[in-house]
């Protein structure tokens, strides 16, 4: 091994990394000799910066010097004030992997320079980039940002690698949700479907708590937080205490604070139990439900068809969650690791993948691209042109690395130019989704409209995503690599991920053979009987459409149907002049 890579869960309420040495993962203690440090960041009246369990003591007597729950704000423009110190979700986060950071070098001995971060499977592309770039402030190369539950499934497969099953991972940490639905065979983990949302965890479930609460003594939490943040803040530990009990115990008690934080001794107390919890936590089941079932949609899978539900995160101790995952299921969820270190272990398995750590020699994984790629497009509506409107060329789910093709065309005769739009998302309309970039592709032949192009999207496991547009009458060739969430590569090292990319590309229509078999049957057409000439032409069709899919199976299924009827027609095609 020539560095030590470290595996880093990243978390919305707690973090924690680990290493990968003599063959296993092992999770890394911090400077107080926990596994978790508190995602929190606090400046004291001194302008000293604290990170981790003394600022989340802080947050509980002087919450506004603190700030917690910034994960869920990378990728935007917010911004916090803490003590006159003004911070950004990248900056926050950074402190807290520079903390991490510190404690596994203490830990090692050793200056760390590299990690594998983990993020929500459903970080759209500027949280994934946010997130590199608070790695980097921090110090580290990030070797490769890895989906949470993928990382998850990892530690699982390492453990159980000759297992054949379907499994179904559900990670709820503090402030995000996701679902990723996998295979595991012969050592190879293959990541099948993924759904998500990015504003839904455990601090949720706590707030609803802390909203009923509030609800019973006549406040509403938006105003109570503005006029007596002491006693909101105190209240929100009560409340997160009283649930987490919840997960050994069959009820719990919260105790209302004074307008000033403190318990009196004749504080008000409120009982809870799981059918009350439940209850008020039913419109964030509703939510939590949805993800769900379009990952088995995407996956085409029934719940019957899962063979372990894997539990991920800390806040999938609620009971609440566990009941809702054997209701569902109708199994008992797996949880053979902590919920709350599986992530990190996963983290580092994937470092020691990237390393080629012989303990890993054996294991192999897929992913799959959590959302979809497309370009915008003008439609047509009683002879008037809308432009606006997305058209998927990788869709959500895809395995990847790959490469797809489609065909568009010009819009208006003489027209000589066409600024191609990426976009990333699921909405019909591009407004409604995030712009990765732009490609200009100019030079057409002037002519009338509907002048042919295709375009390529070819994806890799690195975040690189390579468009490529070639003008059909000409040739000519444009391209244009995206890297937004690409792990942290040199120029030189992103020029050689574009050339491996090319041996996943598939265009049977560039091949010559192909054509020369296409102009073959063509000519047979005319010198067959009406009968055979429509089961030609059929064939033909078919063929050509599999030639513009580029997939590879549904290309060599379309040619043996081709060659197949060419035989059946006592039409012989010499294969080898090819």
Known sequence: MTHT????????????????????PQLVPNVHGDF?????????????????????????????????????????????????????????????????????????????HHAVITVPAYFNDNQRKATKRAGEMAGFRVARMINEPTAAALTYGFHDRQAEKNLIVIDLGGGTFDVTLMEIFEGTLEIISTAGECMLGGEDFTDRLVSAVLKKEGMQLESAELKYPLQVARLR???????RALADFEKSEIRMPNHDGVFDPSA????????????????????????????????????????????????????????????????EPHIKFDPDQVVALGASVQA??????????????????????????????????????????????????????DTFYTLHSGQTEVNLRVFQGEARKVDDNLELGELSITGFPIGPAGQPFRVRFTYDLNGILEVEAIIEETGKRFALVLTQHAKSLTEAEIAEAVKRMQSIKFYPRDDLKNQRLVLFCERMVGEVGPFERQQLEEAIDIFEH????????????????LMMILSSLGIEYDQHNE
């Open 36 to 112: 978790l440090t508190p995602s929190v960041v606090g400046v004291m009246d001194d302008q000293q910066v604290i990170v981790g369990a003394p600022a989340k003591e802080l947050r509980v007597t002087h919450p506004q010097k603190c700030s917690s729950c910034f994960k869920r704000w990378m990728g935007t423009d917010q911004k916090v004030v803490l003590n006159g110190k003004e911070f950004t979700p990248v900056e926050l986060s950074s402190l807290v992997l520079k903390s991490l950071k510190q404690d596994v070098e203490n830990h090692l001995r050793e200056n760390i």
């Open 5 to 24: 890579i470290v595996g880093i869960d990243l978390g919305t309420t707690n973090s924690l990394c680990a290493v990968f040495k003599d063959g296993q």
């Open 237 to 243: 530990e009560e409340c997160d205490s009283a649930k």
């Open 268 to 331: 008000k107390k409120l009982s809870i139990n799981h059918e009350n919890f439940a209850a008020i936590c039913k419109p964030l089941m509703e939510r939590l439900k949805k993800p769900v079932e379009r990952a088995l949609r995407d996956g085409q899978l029934s719940p019957d068809k899962i063979d372990e539900v894997i539990l991920v995160g800390g806040a999938t101790r609620m009971p609440v969650l566990r009941s809702f995952a054997k209701e569902y299921f109708g199994r």
């Open 352 to 405: 020691a993948l990237i390393d080629d750590d012989d303990a890993v020699d054996d294991m192999v994984m897929t992913d799959v691209c959590p959302f979809t790629l497309g370009v915008e497009i003008t439609k047509e509506f009683g002879g008037r042109f809308t432009s606006g409107f997305f058209s998927p060329i990788i869709h959500r789910n895809t395995t990847i690395p790959v490469s797809k093709e």
């Open 546 to 561: 599999a030639m513009s899919s580029n997939e590879r199976e549904i290309f060599e299924k379309a040619r043996q149907h």
